[in-house]
């Protein structure tokens, strides 16, 4: 059977069991209105995951990873939804099908980015997957990119917390090191204290080889030993 008729049949019937599961998830957290969204925001992704094809329906990670999107993750899934929806506007952003079908990952090549030069992932959609032009490294994507789609299906709504919270702390603890080292700048210790020592970002960028990147300030960046760099700087 083509996938041209399995697409939409699949995002029906995923769209419907993650509404489902978004539902009661919402229920159980904000009651009533807590449902509505819930089903809602869930209802949509499992649409879209669906009629792409995303879920690995032959291994128990394609299921975990549908359940986990739709309660748990489901603050991610929020954004990343709304990631994907900027995405399918934008003229930039290209739907990679081969390496998303299947993959229980939605990922872009080109589209949207808070910063050049960097992938973008939020919930279960990667976005400007190719950030430097010198193609897609799928070893990259699968080792540093995908690492923070199951953060995110595993830690659900304290992975978004552990990011503000940390970003917050950041900025007090490189204004504290900037007041010592003025020769220092100020943007390049944030940006460590913030980015880069995130857990989850030291996390990724150890499972992909990079650490310590080139732009973490060795003033902050956390100690180790060095990793072989076999992983995209980004």
């Given at each position: 059977?083509?996938?041209?008729?399995?697409?939409?049949?699949?995002?029906?019937?995923?769209?419907?069991?993650?509404?489902?599961?978004?539902?009661l998830?919402?229920?159980?957290v904000?009651?009533?209105?807590?449902?509505?969204?819930?089903?809602?925001?869930?209802?949509?992704?499992?649409?879209?995951?669906?009629?792409?094809?995303?879920y690995d329906?032959?291994h128990?990670?394609g299921?975990?990873?549908?359940?986990?999107?739709?309660?748990?993750?489901?603050?991610?899934?929020?954004?990343?939804?709304?990631l994907?929806?900027?995405?399918?506007?934008m003229?930039?952003?290209?739907?990679?099908?081969?390496l998303?079908?299947?993959?229980?990952?939605?990922?872009?090549?080109?589209?949207?980015?808070?910063?050049?030069?960097?992938?973008?992932?939020?919930?279960?959609?990667?976005?400007?997957?190719?950030?430097?032009?010198?193609?897609?490294?799928?070893?990259?994507?699968?080792?540093?990119?995908?690492?923070?789609?199951?953060?995110?299906?595993?830690?659900?709504?304290?992975?978004?917390?552990?990011y503000?919270?940390?970003a917050l702390?950041g900025?007090?603890?490189?204004?504290?090191?900037?007041l010592?080292?003025?020769?220092?700048?100020?943007?390049?210790?944030?940006?460590?204290?913030?980015?880069?020592?995130n857990?989850f970002?030291?996390?990724?960028?150890r499972?992909?080889?990079n650490?310590?990147?080139?732009?973490?300030?060795?003033?902050?960046?956390w100690?180790?030993?060095?990793?072989?760099?076999?992983?995209a700087?980004?």
């Amino acid at each position: 059977m083509s996938r041209r008729f399995l697409s939409p049949l699949e995002g029906m019937c995923v769209a419907g069991l993650a509404g489902l599961l978004g539902t009661l998830a919402g229920l159980l957290v904000g009651g009533p209105v807590g449902a509505l969204a819930g089903g809602i925001v869930a209802g949509v992704h499992g649409a879209i995951a669906g009629w792409r094809g995303v879920y690995d329906w032959r291994h128990p990670r394609g299921w975990f990873a549908l359940v986990a999107d739709s309660t748990w993750g489901l603050v991610g899934t929020a954004l990343g939804t709304l990631l994907i929806v900027a995405n399918i506007a934008m003229p930039s952003a290209n739907l990679e099908s081969e390496l998303t079908c299947r993959r229980n990952r939605h990922l872009h090549n080109g589209g949207f980015s808070i910063r050049r030069g960097f992938a973008f992932t939020l919930g279960s959609a990667i976005s400007n997957a190719d950030p430097n032009g010198y193609g897609l490294n799928d070893e990259f994507l699968s080792r540093h990119e995908e690492l923070h789609v199951w953060q995110n299906r595993i830690f659900g709504p304290l992975f978004q917390l552990t990011y503000v919270l940390w970003a917050l702390a950041g900025v007090v603890v490189a204004a504290l090191v900037w007041l010592r080292h003025r020769d220092v700048p100020l943007r390049k210790l944030i940006e460590t204290a913030c980015y880069y020592n995130n857990p989850f970002e030291y996390w990724a960028y150890r499972n992909d080889g990079n650490w310590p990147p080139r732009g973490a300030h060795p003033l902050l960046a956390w100690s180790g030993p060095e990793s072989d760099r076999t992983g995209a700087q980004l």
